[in-house]
């Protein structure tokens, strides 16, 4: 073998002896070898020794962790601990039955403590089962098998829980995952204490089969191949047979009192005797046992001085604990109390003026509505429109901070973009809102109201009117779909305040280890990545999804060499994402249904264009005209609702961004394209001309 074969082997042999994987799978070899190759005295001494302190450890650590899932490992420790007791039973068996010797530990038990009498023996061995079995294994076994039940049934509302705490911005995505691990390990762990229960109790009824075997197989050995007398080998073999299941059993009383520990422990800052220590010290409960357990020494015939040292230990633990509350508790003089003042320095003020992107507050007769507990919950629609969003824009919605706010009317919610009121409506719970369809006469009896997200005629009504309302054409919808259907409209309208300069940053480190080269040499060498928000922002504000963000920084880099400008930028992104923009508006059979601007109202506004004092393309046009195009836009947008589209413009490219700028304020729901912004494969079908005044 090579020098170089040699130190390979070297180095495989260390990583497998260091590895913790390697140690378990070696001694399960050793508990099996433990039943199969015969064993001398000292080693059965080893083994019993080694049982006993595996024994008290787990004992100890059950009562100083915190929470039985700082111990989650205990079912397969349980697991290896029987087994090696089991090999540790076959290995006694075997030498007791062929040297009639255990070694010095088994027979220090089977004459010590039972003091060399078998019939004692057996009866303190089958106490100790009784116990181990009927009273802890079972009871343990008992409630591993409810805290799983409870536990798997737990898990839904704790899931919900931690979406809540997500959404709300409590906790971040990393402890949201933790959280869900920890839920899914505690469910693991009861189940797996369920069945490990089972093995203890298996463990328990083999213990004392051996000892049935021993003895009997003990007595045949003893009779009939050494000639004892009867007496003599049931003396000799029962008692070195009882020696060793109390060796072996008292540790696995041990373990098994541990399972009921680990099972019954309750989630704690503390350890166990820290626990109890508090609980339990209470004056009146000291005092009144030690002046009652004290009144029982008076009984006639009863010794008085065992009573009356329990009393007065319990007397004294009082007075103890008594002196502990009595001590003054340390204050803080006012010349060191922290002083509550102004916030002086910029980072004290820094937490005052920080706001979130987008808040949702509703008054407190909607809390219903966000609670953990019910069946639809608003917290998980708000999960749900941050992936819609995600998928339909493109945009990474920022956490939506839900808040009750007194200050509201007890039905009334409103939503908040970057600190300020975007919307507000009225919802009534335990009704559903009622959205009549086109050409429906028929009206239902409740209360008419507004759709707070397209401001349509609706009417509240009550659940017993649903399924007729549905039967008569009406679209019916819940409090809670209808506040979403309203948030998930003001996203969209408002994504390009909601896009702040850190998301995009994040969305542009993600998008260097796909598509480096998309970014390569344009930010920061020619644009900024403020100039590109600026331009996101424009595309965002009318609606026009981002997901490629790849193949607009591709286009940005090829327009920037002529212009930094933001707006003609965002207008050079557009003229390329002209399927994007058909695909956006058209209907379900790929035609898109707009209206126009008639030729001498163009002419118009091409003669009216002029840069304003911010170096803006705009109309250069009087207030009463600008008014009047206005109105005729509107009229023409009613036209295109009652024909059931959605309101489309198209006009030159010229005009398209100034008409924009013209109609934002008063018609923002007017979609204003250019007819280079439409894809060769869609057909246009058009519904109209806006005509020049006076015509």
């Not at 399972?259 to 609980?279: M, P, Y």
């Not at 409740?446 to 009406?474: C, V």
């Not at 996203?491 to 542009?508: A, K, N, T």
């Amino acid at each position: 073998m090579t020098t170089a074969t040699q130190e390979t082997s070297a180095i495989g042999l260390r990583k497998l002896f260091s590895s913790q994987d390697a140690v378990m799978a070696l001694a399960v070899v050793v508990i099996l070898g433990m039943m199969l190759v015969p064993l001398p005295p000292f080693g059965i001494d080893l083994l019993v020794a080694f049982n006993l302190a595996i024994a008290l450890a787990v004992m100890l650590i059950t009562m100083y962790v915190r929470r039985a899932m700082d111990f989650a490992a205990f079912p397969t420790v349980l697991l290896l601990i029987t087994l090696f007791r089991l090999g540790i039973n076959v290995a006694s068996s075997r030498l007791i039955l062929l040297n009639g010797n255990a070694g010095k530990v088994i027979d220090t038990f089977g004459n010590l403590i039972v003091g060399g009498n078998y019939i004692v023996g057996v009866v303190v061995f089958l106490i100790l089962m009784v116990i181990q079995w009927v009273v802890i294994n079972s009871g343990a076994g008992r409630v591993a098998e409810v805290g799983a039940r409870f536990t798997l049934d737990a898990m839904p509302g704790k899931q919900l829980a931690i979406d809540a705490d997500l959404n709300a911005g409590i906790i971040d995505e990393q402890e949201a995952k933790l959280r869900r691990r920890e839920i899914q390990i505690e469910a693991d762990f009861y189940g797996a204490m369920d069945g490990a229960s089972k093995f203890v109790k298996g463990d328990a009824i083999a213990a004392l089969i051996i000892i049935l075997v021993n003895v009997i197989g003990g007595f045949g050995i003893g009779v009939i191949q050494r000639n004892l007398d009867f007496l003599g080998a049931l003396q000799s073999y029962t008692l070195l047979t009882v020696g060793a299941g109390l060796a072996i059993q008292i540790p696995a009383l041990l373990v098994s009192a541990s399972a009921g520990l680990i099972v019954t422990r309750s989630s704690s800052d503390a350890s166990l005797g820290n626990d109890l220590s508090k609980q339990l010290a209470n004056v009146n409960v000291l005092v009144g046992g030690a002046i009652i357990i004290s009144l029982v020494a008076l009984i006639p015939g009863i010794p008085k001085l065992p009573f009356l040292l329990v009393g007065g230990l319990f007397g004294g633990a009082g007075y103890f604990v008594w002196q502990g509350e009595q001590q003054p508790v340390e204050t803080v003089t006012e010349d060191f109390l922290p002083i509550s003042k102004e916030p002086e320095t910029p980072e004290d003020m820094l937490p005052m003026v920080v706001v979130d992107p987008l808040e949702l507050e509703v008054g407190y007769g909607l809390i219903p509505l966000i609670e953990d507990g019910t069946e639809e919950n608003l917290l998980q629609r708000i999960s749900g429109i941050r992936r819609q969003i995600m998928r339909e824009m493109g945009l990474i919605l920022p956490i939506v901070r839900v808040r009750d706010n007194l200050q509201l009317q007890p039905q009334t919610y409103r939503i908040k973009v970057r600190g300020e009121e975007v919307a507000r409506s009225t919802i009534k719970l335990g009704h559903y809102l009622a959205i009549p369809g086109s050409g429906i006469e028929e009206t239902l009896q409740g209360e008419k109201t507004t759709e707070p997200a397209f401001g349509l005629p609706a009417i509240w009504i009550r659940d017993a009117d649903k399924g007729r309302a549905e039967m008569m054409g009406y679209t019916v919808v819940s409090p809670i779909a209808a506040i979403s259907t309203h948030l998930s409209e003001v996203v969209r309208g408002y994504g390009g305040d909601i896009l702040s300069r850190q998301m995009l940053s994040e969305m542009i480190e993600q998008l260097k280890l796909s598509t480096p080269a998309a970014i390569d040499g344009l930010i920061p060498d020619v644009l900024t990545l403020g100039e590109v928000q600026a331009v996101l922002r424009n595309l965002l504000r009318e609606r026009v999804p981002i997901r490629d963000l790849g193949g607009i920084l591709e286009i940005l880099a090829n327009t920037a060499s002529v212009t930094r400008d933001p707006n003609i930028l965002a207008e050079a992104v557009r003229q390329n994402m002209a399927r994007t923009l058909s695909n956006q508006y058209s209907d379900p059979d790929g035609d898109l249904h707009v209206f126009t601007l008639a030729p001498q109202l163009e002419d118009v506004l091409k003669s009216a264009l002029a840069s304003n004092e911010n170096g803006e393309i705009a109309f250069s046009v009087d207030a009463q005209t600008a008014q009047g195009i206005l109105t005729r836009l509107g009229l023409q947008m009613e036209e295109m609702a009652k024909q059931g589209f959605p309101p489309v413009i198209l006009v030159p490219r010229e005009l398209r961004l100034a008409l924009r700028r013209l109609v934002e304020k008063s018609l923002p729901s007017l979609v204003v394209l250019a007819f280079s912004e439409i894809s060769s494969q869609t057909k246009v079908i058009a519904h109209g001309a806006v005509e020049p005044l006076g015509v």
